[in-house]
């Protein structure tokens, strides 16, 4: 069964949370995207969408007309050149200045890193940092710096460092992580919020379309909770952070949903030798008067 169906948007905040705003989400037509998109329209935000394929985005926008809002969509690849310059443009004739911008849009394959070649790595780069860079500019100078406000979302990965098979991906996500929270320290001054969020493995069309049964089940294993997260999950926290109920601070938190035991993909966590009333109690050894690893 596909598991990328829509669910009942709001994610619990007020229908007016987001009333006067307008948002800008890449990759809305499916997945995480869409969610957030469904999420920032219930909380009344005019939105736009942008996707390469022109179907998805017809659906959102219906979806999103249904439930009163307003729903632009641009179809798009935003990694080609001009592309970006394209989409702000038609966000800021249709609704205005841009006050939330959800860099969503990415995507990769699996393969050995050895496997991965030049025109691979750089199609994923390009897709990820590139383009999020480009875009992220396009909104910033074009809306947010002359209004002096915006909130900026990014898409990163749990775990954050290093995943087998994603050598790649994982490094382009490690690129965003960072290029948020150097524009949080430089774009503060502008009143411009730059948030990571770094999501664990969610259910989502694209994850059964480009991965296969057997990598789901390793990674469902791999999350405590026992399930994969859902698409309102992550967008259920985006709309909230986009919000003004959402904490401020001058360096961006890291904010992660679903998250993966830490350690070899897929593994349980060991059970704690003091849990376990077979195991003998561990003792601490004598600490030692200079411990070159204390301070
Ligand atoms: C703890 C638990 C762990 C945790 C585990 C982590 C869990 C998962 C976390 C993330 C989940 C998701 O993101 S979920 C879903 C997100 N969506 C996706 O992943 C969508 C999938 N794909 C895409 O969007 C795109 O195809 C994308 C990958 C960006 C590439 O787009 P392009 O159209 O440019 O691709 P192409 O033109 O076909 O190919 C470009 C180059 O890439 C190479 N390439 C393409 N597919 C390839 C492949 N399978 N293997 C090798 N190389 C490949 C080609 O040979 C080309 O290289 P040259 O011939 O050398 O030029
Ligand atoms: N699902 C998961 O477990 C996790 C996902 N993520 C990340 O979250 C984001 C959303 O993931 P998810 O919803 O699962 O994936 P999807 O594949 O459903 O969504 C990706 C979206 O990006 C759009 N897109 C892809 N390439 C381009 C492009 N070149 N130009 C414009 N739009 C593009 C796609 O539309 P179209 O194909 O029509 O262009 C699609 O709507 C991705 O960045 C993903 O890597 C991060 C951690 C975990």
């Not at 926290?237 to 993909?265: C, D, K």
Request: with cysteine.
């Amino acid at each position: 069964m596909r598991t990328d169906q829509p669910a009942p948007p709001g994610g619990g905040l007020r229908p007016d949370v987001h009333t006067g705003k307008v948002a800008l989400v890449t990759g809305g037509g499916t997945g995480i995207g869409r969610a957030t998109a469904l999420d920032l329209a219930a909380g009344g935000a005019r939105v736009v969408i942008c996707g390469r394929r022109p179907e998805p985005l017809a659906e959102v926008a219906d979806q999103i007309e249904a439930l009163g809002g307003s729903c632009v969509t641009v179809s798009a690849d935003i990694r080609e050149e001009g592309s970006v310059t394209t989409v702000v443009g038609h966000a800021l004739e249709a609704f205005g200045p841009v006050d939330v911008l959800v860099n969503n849009a990415g995507g990769q394959f699996t393969a050995p890193a050895e496997e991965i070649s030049p025109g691979g790595r750089r199609a994923v780069h390009r897709l990820a940092v590139d383009a999020t860079w480009a875009m992220t500019r396009e909104v910033a100078r074009r809306a947010m710096i002359p209004q002096r406000s915006g909130a900026v979302f990014f898409i990163a990965f749990s775990p954050r460092r290093g995943i087998p098979g994603f050598a790649h991906a994982a490094s382009a996500r490690a690129a965003v992580e960072n290029l948020a929270a150097g524009l949080s320290l430089e774009w503060s001054r502008y009143g411009i919020r730059t948030v990571c969020v770094a999501p664990g493995t969610i259910a989502t069309g694209g994850l059964d379309d480009h991965y296969t049964a057997e990598d789901r089940e390793r990674w469902e294993r791999s999350v405590p909770l026992g399930r994969l997260g859902r698409p309102e999950d992550v967008s259920g926290l985006i709309s909230f952070l986009a919000s003004p109920r959402a904490p401020t601070s001058p360096a961006p938190p890291l904010w992660s949903t679903a998250e993966r035991t830490p350690g070899v993909p897929g593994t349980p966590c060991p059970t704690s030798p003091r849990r376990n009333p077979t195991s003998p109690r561990r003792t601490r050894p004598p600490r030692t008067t200079h411990d070159p690893l204390r301070h």
